[in-house]
Structures are given as structure tokens and as C-alpha cells.
């Protein structure tokens, strides 16, 4: 062998006798451990100064927060815990009002009971300004319960009905809403009646249902053979 050859033989060593190839591929690998390194969070700058960011913040958040803390944090913790009704503030204007609508002086317990039950001054005062200005505490307890808002029964008027406190409050529980009324309306049922829609709502008589025996049996076809038909298919 000439010593050209050896020359290149021992060029493909290395001093701990591994083959080249072997010596390349734990270079490769090397290679490797050191970008998956220099991916690591605390080597990458943009990661870093949003971790630097995220602790100056932190910090102001701290600082804002001692500064603003009571010198009495039991107390505050006690009324965070206790103080979950309406304001005494609060309690009084929706006293003077419902006394400027002529329901006289109510104690703030009946009127944190009221607000239990959804009634407020100002729920009482848009249904009187519908034309309901003889209104009882009553009768807009039994209103908020059953879910009637001013604006269901201004609609419901603005449609042509006359509704009574008990229709309002049995129209809702049976799910009609003014929206619906008004779609059978433009179906041309506008003679609609509130025991037709009650009774369409509870058998799931949708305005799409209404459409589609309008189109098999003509446009004439009658609510009660709509309710009919529907009952008697299901």
C-alpha cells in the first residue's frame, strides 16, 4: 500500500478509532441536541421578554393591588360574602318611585323580596306606560314569574289583541311569543285566536308546518284543520 493510500485511510479515523461515517452521524446529531438547545424558552429572545413582560406586569398588578387594599381585610372579605343584595342607594330611589306610582312606602325588606321576584320600579312603571295603570304588586309578580316582559305584551296589543293580566300570564307559560303571533299573521290568519296559538304551540305547530299544508291543501286551509291534521299525525 502506498503512503498516499495510508494517508487517506488514516484521514478517515478519528483518534477514538471510529469509522467516519460513524463520526459524522454523532456530528449530525450533535448538530441536532444544539438547535432543539437554542429552541428552548430561555434561550429565545422573543420568549424572554415576553416572560420579562408578563412578570413587570404581574408586578404593577401587585403593587396597584396593596396600594389599594383595606387595612381590615377580614371585614372586607365578610361584607364581599354578606353584601350580595341590591344597595341601600338602590333600595331607596326604587322606594320612592314605586311611592311616586301610588303603591305607598315599602320596606326595603319587601322590596329586596320584590327583586327576588324579578319585579322592579321600572318593570312595573313600562307596563303601566302600556296602558296598564292600575297594575298590583300582585299582578306584576305574577307577570315577572311567568316570564312576561313589557315589551311581549306591547306587541301583542300593537297586533290587535286586548289581553287581560291572565292571558298575558297564560300565553307565555304555554310558550307563545309575539314573534310567532305575528308569523301566523302574515300567514293570513290574522283572526287568529289565543286558545289557537296555545293550542299550536303545545302540539308543535310551526309557521314552516303551516306553510307546508298551505302548499299541499291551498292557501285557504283552515287553523283547525292545520291542528287537526297535526294531531292526528303524530
Given at each position: 500500500?502506498t503512503?498516499?493510500?495510508?494517508?487517506?485511510?488514516?484521514?478517515l479515523?478519528?483518534?477514538?478509532?471510529?469509522?467516519?461515517e460513524?463520526?459524522?452521524?454523532?456530528a449530525?446529531?450533535?448538530?441536532?441536541?444544539?438547535?432543539?438547545?437554542?429552541?428552548e424558552?430561555?434561550?429565545?429572545?422573543?420568549?424572554?421578554?415576553?416572560?420579562?413582560?408578563?412578570?413587570?406586569l404581574?408586578?404593577?398588578?401587585?403593587?396597584?393591588?396593596?396600594?389599594n387594599?383595606?387595612t381590615?381585610?377580614?371585614?372586607n372579605?365578610?361584607?364581599?360574602?354578606?353584601?350580595?343584595?341590591?344597595?341601600?342607594d338602590?333600595?331607596?330611589?326604587?322606594?320612592?318611585r314605586?311611592?311616586?306610582?301610588?303603591?305607598?312606602e315599602?320596606?326595603?325588606d319587601?322590596?329586596?323580596?320584590?327583586?327576588?321576584?324579578?319585579v322592579t320600579?321600572t318593570?312595573?312603571?313600562?307596563?303601566?306606560?302600556?296602558?296598564?295603570?292600575?297594575?298590583?304588586?300582585?299582578?306584576?309578580?305574577?307577570?315577572?314569574?311567568?316570564?312576561?316582559?313589557?315589551a311581549?305584551?306591547?306587541?301583542m296589543?300593537e297586533?290587535?289583541?286586548?289581553?287581560?293580566?291572565d292571558?298575558?300570564?297564560?300565553?307565555?307559560?304555554a310558550?307563545?311569543?309575539?314573534?310567532?303571533?305575528?308569523?301566523?299573521?302574515d300567514?293570513?290568519?290574522?283572526?287568529?285566536?289565543?286558545?289557537?296559538?296555545?293550542?299550536?304551540?303545545?302540539?308543535?305547530?310551526s309557521t314552516s308546518?303551516?306553510?307546508?299544508?298551505?302548499?299541499?291543501?291551498?292557501?285557504?286551509?283552515?287553523?283547525e284543520?292545520?291542528?287537526?291534521y297535526?294531531?292526528?299525525?303524530?
Amino acid at each position: 500500500m502506498t503512503d498516499r493510500s495510508k494517508n487517506f485511510k488514516n484521514n478517515l479515523r478519528r483518534p477514538d478509532g471510529d469509522r467516519l461515517e460513524d463520526y459524522l452521524k454523532r456530528a449530525e446529531e450533535g448538530r441536532i441536541d444544539e438547535t432543539r438547545k437554542e429552541e428552548e424558552p430561555g434561550d429565545n429572545p422573543v420568549k424572554a421578554f415576553i416572560k420579562v413582560a408578563i412578570i413587570v406586569l404581574i408586578g404593577m398588578f401587585l403593587l396597584r393591588g396593596i396600594a389599594n387594599f383595606s387595612t381590615n381585610p377580614v371585614t372586607n372579605v365578610i361584607n364581599s360574602i354578606t353584601n350580595t343584595g341590591p344597595s341601600e342607594d338602590l333600595l331607596n330611589r326604587m322606594g320612592a318611585r314605586m311611592t311616586e306610582m301610588g303603591y305607598g312606602e315599602l320596606s326595603h325588606d319587601e322590596l329586596r323580596e320584590l327583586r327576588r321576584q324579578d319585579v322592579t320600579a321600572t318593570y312595573i312603571s313600562n307596563i303601566r306606560a302600556i296602558g296598564f295603570t292600575d297594575l298590583t304588586i300582585e299582578d306584576a309578580v305574577r307577570l315577572a314569574q311567568a316570564n312576561v316582559t313589557s315589551a311581549f305584551m306591547a306587541m301583542m296589543l300593537e297586533l290587535g289583541y286586548e289581553p287581560t293580566i291572565d292571558d298575558f300570564i297564560t300565553l307565555r307559560r304555554a310558550g307563545v311569543t309575539a314573534h310567532y303571533t305575528s308569523n301566523v299573521h302574515d300567514l293570513g290568519y290574522r283572526d287568529v285566536s289565543f286558545d289557537q296559538l296555545i293550542r299550536m304551540q303545545r302540539i308543535g305547530v310551526s309557521t314552516s308546518f303551516i306553510e307546508r299544508m298551505q302548499q299541499e291543501h291551498g292557501a285557504e286551509v283552515s287553523l283547525e284543520d292545520i291542528i287537526r291534521y297535526r294531531i292526528s299525525n303524530q
